[in-house]
């Protein structure tokens, strides 16, 4: 479990972001891979302040009040924590946001006057706690697309994989977290010749994609900013990939999509793969291209 414990010195009608230019500004995405249980306290020695608590997209506060202690004296735990919030890897916490009640300063200003001279002691304290093993499991959402070109005398084929516990020359790795879920909930395809579809969930080591051909997941969270072209951030945990086979991939085919034509088509899940499985969907028709887009969840784990 991680603290930060920050005091700021607010002078008078001013705002001030406690975490600014802190480890914690934003969630560290390598200490909190799964997120994290935030519990937020503030006091100050001096009335009249304000707190607005936010992280992400949330608003978990907005100028309320905050509690009135001696100065330099952190908040009782866990009495004094009063918000809590889930905050995904990477998020901003703009916790503790204190200021001058907003009345005092439209009642001076009113009467042609500045608001009183008033700089109080402001100490916040976070607490955050991984929250992977609570009863609500974290998700990230994410979505990917790939094209699998024409190849003679084999049939094309796109995947999605769960790439943790996943080390080249086969076994999983121990070192990664290998308690992890990753959730198709919908697929959309398209053959360029008319063809039907094989679905098949696989093992990364014995069915893998094409080298060169894996692309991370993109995040698909709302509240992350995708970044130029639509590419970031990534989540590495999701792969998608091409491969080109003769025969039928894998053992533990699902039924065929039997449509046998060139317009796109949909295919709703949810389909589970565990660490190190793909899933595939594969044409039953050689020497024709194909076009798929997967959309789910990554619950990662230890």
Known sequence: MSQISVRTVLLASTAVNALQGTQYEYLPAAMFPNGAFCEFATTTDATGVLRTVQTGVDVIEEESPVAIAAINVQPVYPDGFTLTDAVGPGEKINAAHPELVRAWQLYYGQRGGQGPSLPPDVLATIVL?????????PYRSWYTSAISSAAAAVRS???????DGVALGGGLQTIQPIRSCVVVDFIRYRCEAASDVFLAITNINSNGFDGGTEKPADDAQPEKDPGPGLQFPRIGNVQSGTKAQAGQLGDSGLSSDDV??????DIPGPFMLGPGQILYVQENLV????????????????
């Open 287 to 302: 020497n024709s291209g194909l076009r798929v887009f997967f959309r789910g969840r990554y619950y990662g784990g230890r």
């Open 157 to 163: 084929a796109v995947g999605v994989a769960n790439y």
């Open 260 to 265: 046998g034509d060139i317009a796109p088509h």
């Open 129 to 137: 706690d991984d929250n992977s093993t609570g009863p609500y499991p």
